[in-house]
């Protein structure tokens, strides 16, 4: 596709399924207009190349791009191990991470390194997070603060609805 300032842009996404085999050998493949996001597909090429081929998949590689926690959970409720780095968007701050702090299932709780606990103060988002706080007081006082947050209000981990399938894969 030519650019208004002279340049090419590919105009069209190639999406594969390719067998795992030593010949690699290409079961599906599909084209998309641009507007189509990457991490789209995906399930689609894979159940239906497993029906096509009458396959059973144990595993699924792929890059980031389709590290999506949709692509994620849909492959493990159907037993298939998904083998695709999950970026953690966190890791670009200078702050601690979301990773800094221990989870406690039962209580359904962060622990911040300190010992100080985070509850949830909010039911699922619009983007299918939760987000858990320690109070501004424990933030504002606690003597690493600097290195936790830069807000005023104390800190803040938000929590993926079924971030155990993202901790499993990340494992």
């Not at 933030?139 to 499993?168: A, F, M, W």
Request: proline share 6%.
């Amino acid at each position: 596709m030519h650019l208004k300032n002279g340049g090419l842009h590919l105009g069209y996404h190639t999406h594969y399924v390719v067998a795992g085999s030593k010949r690699r050998i290409i079961l599906t493949a599909l084209v998309t207009p641009p507007e189509v996001t990457d991490n789209l597909p995906m399930l689609d090429l894979i159940f239906h190349t497993r029906w096509r081929w009458h396959l059973l998949t144990s595993q699924v590689t792929g890059d980031t791009t389709y590290g999506t926690i949709e692509n994620i959970k849909a492959l493990e409720d159907q037993g298939i191990r998904a083998y695709i780095p999950v970026p953690n968007w966190e890791e670009r701050y200078e702050v601690w991470s979301a990773s800094h702090f221990r989870y406690e299932p039962q209580a359904d709780q962060y622990r911040c390194p300190q010992g100080q606990i985070l509850q949830r103060v909010e039911v699922i988002g619009p983007d299918g997070r939760q987000l858990y706080r320690a109070p501004t007081s424990v933030c504002n006082d606690c003597p690493v603060k600097g290195q936790c947050t830069t807000s005023t209000q104390g800190r803040r981990v938000y929590r993926h609805v079924g971030e155990e399938y993202l901790e499993r894969v990340r494992s």
